[in-house]
Structures are given as structure tokens and as C-alpha cells.
């Protein structure tokens, strides 16, 4: 499976960054040239936020693939995931005149007019993670369906309490436009398939690992049946579990959703959690620099059918609403947790 393959190549990608980090980021070319033509392709990375292991690693992946096809990586973002946190970065990179912008979006309309002033403006928008409404970008790379990462989580929560009793949500930004989709699925599919579970609150923890934890706190005392929480974003399923696994709630209350084994790990092994799901972000990010590469380079323009190459993933193929689906989502278990790293 490439997944399991590629993770060798992901451990010397996450290396190769940390040995680069030390160096600038920024290039000796004096060209000017926003990467039109090929060979120099220079691509922004703007994720919600810094300092989250999950777009750590998915830029990584990015930057990976950005030098695999010699151009220009940069990585930029806000401290906290707020709805126009991104805009000012946007700005600088529509007057920087990279080639394209590859971002995460906090809400999927409060940087839409930034956006279309650096699309105005020649650079290339990709968004990928979390989109934004589909006229500000070019194309959006999504992780995996939103359908089917909706469903993941719920079977697993219904699997973990007996498909019966009351769970909470512990979500990311209010506005996250990707939380958000999945969240309407997700209480559709409950709705349809799972008379006997009652979704009884919906909480954010920003994608802050300490609002997530009180509000963990917080969902536990409000909700003394509470049989479970589902947490669809690796910062607050991090968080939950640290949380859970010091409280008497430990074992008790179930926890599930979507995040990355190496933060995961010690609460599979300590009994807190039993399994939860995610893709793999590092292929998320090097698609998506591959898309960006595409489109700067005049091979696609994000019409349904267009297709190009991603480097060591194969190709891609441009699906309705210029969206492009990296896989699906995959289920972590203490079985397989130890074969992965990151
Ligand atoms: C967090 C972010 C990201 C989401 C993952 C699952 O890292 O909210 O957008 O895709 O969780």
C-alpha cells in the first residue's frame, strides 16, 4: 500500500526539512520571474495555523515535492487560526509575485477577497486541507471525500459505544470550512444509520491545544452520560486525550476522530483510545505543490478532466468543482499505530 511504502521516504523528507530549515528559505534569483515557463516555480505554503504537527508535516511534504521539481518553497502563517489571520500573508505573496499560493482555509470566505487580488495579480491558487468557496481558488486538494471522512468517524464512535448513547463533537475553528463539512455529514449519517446516538453539544477549540483541553473539561461536566466525544481535527483529539487520560473518565468515555499517530500514540498504548483515522499529510502537501507546479506552468487550469503528473504519487485527475482527491482515510489501531511515524 503507498501509504505504508512511502514512509521511509517521509522520514527522510521530515529530515531533509529539518537539515534545511536552518537554511533561508529565500532564493538567489534575481529574475523576478513568479515561475511561468517551469524550471523555477516558486510555491507559498500558507496553512491555518503554525505550529500544528499536522501542517508540519504536510508542508513538509510540500517542500519535498517543491524541490523535487527544483522551484522555490516557502512556508508562512498566522499563530492562531482566525477567520482573516491569513489575509496579510496572502497580501505579501501576491506582492512578493510567487507563482502560487497553497493554502489551508480558516473560513471559506474572509479571504476570499485577498485571494482574488493575488489571483488578479498572476499567482496560481491552490487550496488544499480546507477550501475556501470554489471562485477563489483554481483548485482545491482534498484529503479524502468528505463524505467518506465523515462516515470513518462515525463508524468508529459507533464501534467504540455500543452504537448507543450520547457523544459530543470537539471540533476546530467555528468556521473551518472543512470541519464544518464533515460535521453535516457526520450528523446526517448519525440521522440515517444511527437512531440510538444522540449528538448532544458541538464545541471549538480553535485548533489550540489549551482552549481544546478546557473544553474538553468543560463537555465532561456538562454531560455526565456523555459516552463518547469525536474529535475531527488532530489538535483537539490531542488534546481530548490528554485530557481523558488523568480523569476518571479514562476508559470510560470514549474517544475518536481524526488525528496523526506519532500524538497519538501514547494514548493507544495507555489504554485512553482505541483507534481513529487520518490520511497521510505529507502526500496531502507534496500532491498539492504538484498542483500548484501544474497550473503555474500552464499544464492545467483546474478544469474538471485535467490531469497531471505528481511526481512519485503517479496522476491526478481534476474532478467536478476543480477539486482533486488524494485517497481515503485510514484507520489507526494499537495493531498498526507502531508502523508509522509522523
Ligand atoms: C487539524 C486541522 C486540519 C485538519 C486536521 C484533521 O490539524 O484542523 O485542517 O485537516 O486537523
Known amino acids: 500500500m503507498k501509504f505504508i511504502n512511502r514512509r521511509t521516504a517521509a522520514l527522510t523528507a521530515l529530515a531533509l526539512t529539518a537539515s534545511l530549515a536552518l537554511t533561508a528559505c529565500g532564493s538567489d534569483d534575481e529574475s523576478g520571474s513568479n515561475g511561468n515557463g517551469g524550471g523555477d516555480a516558486s510555491v507559498t505554503f500558507l496553512p491555518k495555523n503554525l505550529g500544528n504537527p499536522y501542517f508540519d508535516t504536510s508542508d513538509a511534504g510540500g517542500k519535498k515535492a517543491v524541490e523535487e521539481f527544483g522551484g522555490k518553497f516557502e512556508e508562512v502563517g498566522p499563530d492562531t487560526a482566525t477567520p482573516d489571520a491569513q489575509v496579510p500573508f496572502i497580501n505579501t505573496a ?70 448507543s448513547g450520547e457523544i459530543a463533537i470537539l471540533s476546530a475553528a467555528a468556521n473551518a470550512t472543512n470541519q464544518n463539512a464533515w460535521i453535516e455529514l457526520m450528523e446526517k449519517e448519525l440521522a440515517a444509520n444511527h437512531p440510538n446516538i444522540k449528538l448532544v453539544d458541538t464545541v471549538y477549540g480553535d485548533d489550540d491545544d489549551q482552549t481544546s483541553f478546557d473544553k474538553t473539561a468543560a463537555l465532561l461536566q456538562s454531560h455526565p452520560n456523555l459516552k463518547g466525544i469525536v474529535s475531527p481535527t488532530t489538535v483537539g483529539i490531542a488534546a481530548a486525550a490528554r485530557y481523558l487520560s488523568t480523569s476518571k473518565s ?46 503555474i506552468d500552464g499544464d492545467i487550469e483546474g478544469k474538471k478532466g485535467d490531469t497531471f503528473e505528481a511526481g512519485e504519487l503517479g496522476e491526478y485527475t481534476v474532478g467536478d468543482n476543480g477539486e482533486v482527491l488524494l485517497g481515503d482515510p485510514f484507520v489507526f489501531n494499537a495493531d498498526n499505530i507502531g508502523d508509522f511515524d509522523f
Open 94 to 163: 501576491a506582492q512578493q509575485g510567487v507563482g502560487a499560493l497553497v493554502v489551508s482555509a480558516n473560513d471559506p470566505k474572509a479571504i476570499c477577497d485577498a485571494l482574488n487580488e493575488a489571483s488578479d495579480a498572476g499567482v496560481k491558487i491552490v487550496t488544499f486541507d480546507s477550501d475556501t468557496e470554489a471562485d477563489c481558488r483554481d483548485i482545491y486538494v482534498n484529503q479524502a471525500s468528505s463524505e467518506g471522512i465523515a462516515k470513518a468517524q462515525v463508524d468508529l464512535i459507533a464501534e467504540q459505544i455500543g452504537d
Open 250 to 295: 479514562k476508559g470510560k468515555v470514549a474517544l475518536t476522530g481524526l488525528g496523526t499517530p506519532n500524538q497519538m500514540r501514547e494514548y493507544v498504548e495507555n489504554g485512553t483510545v482505541t483507534a481513529f483515522a487520518l490520511w497521510n499529510p505529507e502526500d496531502l502537501g507534496y500532491l498539492a505543490a504538484f498542483a500548484a507546479k501544474a497550473l
